[in-house]
């Protein structure tokens, strides 16, 4: 699970996020040296419900993405993209001002 398309994007996307740069700092990647994915990816049926242990110069955190498919053929869509810390506050990285960083990303039914 750890070098799947989803885990990569959304690690991505958090070392681009503003708010998970100002609470991580730098260098944001895996918390553990053997990282642990929990959660679900059956992007064949539509689901995916994963969190990761998180750090950065800073900081540290679980990052928690669920996006859901509704339909068949239809494109996935982020329900959550949240990061809880360490002091327990949990930050909704999903910004209604900024588009969805998955939006354009290719979560296709079988893509790992």
């Known amino acids: 699970k750890a070098s799947s398309s989803i ?6 996307a958090l070392r681009t996020s503003e708010a998970g740069r100002r609470e991580l ?7 553990d040296k053997f990282p642990w994915i929990w959660g679900e990816m059956n992007q064949l049926h539509g689901r995916i419900d994963v969190r990761f242990g998180v750090k950065g110069t800073k900081g540290k955190g679980m990052m928690r993405f669920r ?5 068949r053929m239809g494109f996935f869509e982020t ?6 810390l360490e002091d327990g506050r949990v930050l909704q990285l999903l910004d209604e001002e900024r588009a969805d960083p998955f939006k354009d990303t290719a979560l296709k039914a079988g893509e790992s």
Request: charged share 30%.
């Open 7 to 12: 885990v990569s994007a959304t690690l991505y």
């Open 79 to 84: 329900q959550e993209w949240s990061l809880e």
């Open 67 to 71: 996006s859901l498919r509704r339909g």
């Open 25 to 31: 700092g730098d260098e944001i990647y895996f918390r």
